[in-house]
């Protein structure tokens, strides 16, 4: 079984702008998480979506969001970048129908603003 | 508020001995408790997990403890390899997907 693919794995961005990251499930998973790793602050949840539906949102700014198809691929949008951006942002995705299922996540991407 | 805390930044083992690496919480609405491993440039592999229900749980070299009173879980690694090297990170969930974790470990098994 494929694990979850996320692309692009390295982006460089400026200060201003949006960007738009892509996550892709394992097959039969239809929950998918966000969560953002920097050394400041560890990794931290940013979202979660569940039958196209936004479940759960951690404290990030409105400028993060994102949306799920109905295959259960997941976007997330960043809107007017900031320096402190620069993370990486990892995707999961987990049987959440299924009760206390793992969350399994993909190699993410690097994102860097400058 | 850091609810969940790894209060070591780092351990040294030696290969073939036993690994434990430590984890507390505040929150009491946790109910599932999860160990991730990660490697550089990857993202975190789930390794082992207990349901707050259980107290102990175990896959091949890989055992979790729980102790709800003390609010800490462990992960005891025997016999530790080489390969094992990593930065480990404890889990904790209250609802759906979202996931609390510590700061992580990271762990050096030396040959």
């Known amino acids: 079984k494929a694990g979850v693919t996320q692309t692009p794995r390295y982006l460089i961005k400026t200060r201003g702008q949006q960007v738009t990251l892509s996550c892709s499930p394992i097959s039969g998973h239809r929950s998918v998480s966000w969560y953002q790793q920097t050394p400041g602050q560890g990794l931290q949840f940013l979202f979660e979506?569940?039958?196209?539906?936004?479940?759960n949102k951690g404290n990030f700014p409105g400028r993060f969001s994102g949306r799920q198809f109905s295959n259960s691929r997941s976007e997330m949008n960043v809107s007017t970048l900031e320096l402190g951006d620069s993370a990486l942002y990892l995707c999961?995705?987990?049987?959440?129908?299924?009760?206390?299922?793992?969350?399994?996540f993909g190699n993410g991407t690097r994102l860097t603003v400058t | 508020d850091q609810q969940v805390k790894q209060n070591s930044p780092s351990l040294s083992v030696q290969e073939g001995r036993i690994s434990i690496l430590n984890c507390d919480y505040t929150n009491s609405m946790f109910d599932y408790f999860l160990w991730y491993k990660k490697y550089p440039a990857e993202g975190p592999t789930f390794l082992i997990s207990?349901?707050?229900?259980?107290d102990k749980n175990e896959d091949g070299r890989f055992t979790v403890f729980l102790n709800k009173s003390a609010k800490h879980l462990s992960l005891h690694i025997v016999p530790s390899q080489p390969g094992d090297s990593a930065v480990y990170f404890c889990?904790?969930?209250?609802?759906?997907?979202?996931?609390?974790f510590g700061e992580g470990t990271q762990l050096t098994v030396n040959p």
């Open positions: 999961a995705s987990s049987r959440r129908d299924r009760g206390k299922s793992p969350l399994h």
């Open positions: 889990a904790a969930r209250t609802s759906g997907s979202r996931l609390t």
């Open positions: 979506y569940f039958s196209e539906t936004q479940r």
């Open positions: 207990i349901s707050s229900i259980k």
